[in-house]
């Protein structure tokens, strides 16, 4: 059973800084990309930012370059979001998600499992 458990949402102020992480099992993790997706209330689910299997080409929402980092440890199984200098307009709950291949994508239809979420908010 393949699960993705996303971990290290909360209330933060603005400014401030969060680490989101992933923890998946039930599949071959170094066989997949991984990607984070946020989906604020009355919103569609939007991009954040995805990871090769390799830790090889990234790609960032342009919102977030340069305030966010995505990561991925193989032997862990998990992949990470650093979020520094958080706004209030990056308030969402966060996804993670895998996608069996060697391309990143910004499709969420692209992605075949997905975690639960967690909520981050961030206060101004």
């Known amino acids: 059973q393949v699960q993705l458990v996303e971990s290290g949402g909360g209330l933060v102020q603005a400014g401030g800084s969060l680490r989101l992480s992933c923890a998946v099992s039930?599949?071959?993790?170094?066989?997949?990309?991984m990607g984070w997706f946020r989906q604020a209330p009355g919103t569609e689910r939007e991009f954040v930012a995805a990871?090769?299997?390799?830790?090889?080409?990234?790609d960032y929402l342009d919102a977030v370059k340069g305030r966010f980092t995505i990561s991925r440890d193989n032997a862990k199984n998990t992949v990470y979001l650093q979020m520094n200098s958080l706004k209030p307009e990056d308030t969402a709950v966060y996804y993670c998600?895998?996608?069996?291949?060697?391309?990143?994508?910004?499709?969420?239809?692209?992605?075949?499992?997905w975690g639960q979420g967690t909520q981050v908010t961030v206060s101004s």
């Open positions: 039930g599949l071959t993790f170094g066989s997949y990309a």
């Open positions: 990871i090769s299997r390799s830790g090889g080409p990234i």
């Open positions: 998600a895998a996608r069996l291949g060697l391309t990143i994508r910004r499709n969420s239809y692209d992605y075949a499992f």
